[in-house]
């Protein structure tokens, strides 16, 4: 070869990303779930941006627009881009977008939580909007979703995965309570022919949230609880095998 030859390296092609069925359906139920309160909000933020008005005014967004735009927008990266984080395909085949996907939601997430907590305690709310046990649960839950958050952060930089994962479902399943308000809602007006208010309204909205909880730690110890180790067919014992999976 003369010395004027350029060497050609071949360009390496980027390895595609297979999902498991399971991961498909977790991934859609999330997205459905999550883009019907999500596709009401992005309106008002059209509408507040100066669109055409397509729901109900509401006086508090126009008032003081910028909270709930705030909350409209991080509570749509929370929860629709979240989704991904529960694809353990993306998690193995992309750690480093998993880790870029992580930060991003973290952030989104607590903007989420600090604009809810905000809107909740200045936004003026009628008694068949909020009574004073909505206030207290929205309040508390709120503060929670940060805190759980910030120690799923201080976990995974302590190289503890099994708390990280855990405090970000945990705090998912409270991002995730509009998505199940709003099925709850819609499910309550076909069966009755009304809207649920006051007291009643109050108590369909906490009920979302213990179900978010009830699936949440279904989904904690099914899938990131220590997996059994396998037992092997042999008169001795096997010492390796009793270690438990989150102490290695």
């Known amino acids: 070869m003369g010395a004027e030859a350029t060497l050609i390296t071949p360009r390496r092609k980027t390895p595609t990303i297979h999902l498991k069925k399971t991961e498909w359906v977790v991934f859609g139920a999330l997205f459905v779930c ?16 100066g669109g055409p008005q397509i729901a109900p005014q ?19 990266l929370f929860c ?30 607590c903007m989420s939580a600090l604009t809810g907590l905000w809107m909740t305690h200045f936004y003026v709310f009628s008694e068949a909007l909020q009574g004073a046990a909505l206030y207290w649960v929205r309040i508390v839950l709120g503060t929670a979703m940060i805190g ?5 952060v201080i976990a995974v930089r302590s190289r503890k995965i099994f708390q990280h994962s855990a405090s970000m479902v945990r705090a998912y399943a409270i991002g995730q309570g509009a998505s199940t308000q709003t099925v709850l809602g819609i499910t309550w007006i076909i069966v009755v022919g009304s809207e649920a208010i006051g007291p009643l309204r109050d108590g369909l909205m906490i009920f979302a949230w ?4 009830l699936a949440a730690e279904v989904f904690i110890r099914a899938k990131l609880g220590p997996s059994k180790p396998r037992q092997k067919h042999s008169s001795l014992p096997n010492i390796t095998d009793s270690t438990p999976r989150n102490e290695i």
């Open 210 to 213: 213990v179900v978010n909880f």
């Open 34 to 49: 999550s883009f019907i309160p999500v596709f009401g909000g992005l309106i008002r933020v059209l509408e507040l941006a």
């Open 148 to 152: 759980l958050i910030i120690w799923a």
């Open 80 to 109: 629709i881009v979240g989704a991904v984080q529960f694809l353990p395909s993306i998690r193995r085949q992309r750690p480093a977008a998993h880790r870029v996907i992580g930060r991003l939601i973290a952030v989104a997430g």
């Open 58 to 76: 509401n006086p508090r967004a126009l008032l003081a627009p910028t909270p709930i735009i705030l909350h409209i927008l991080s509570s749509f």
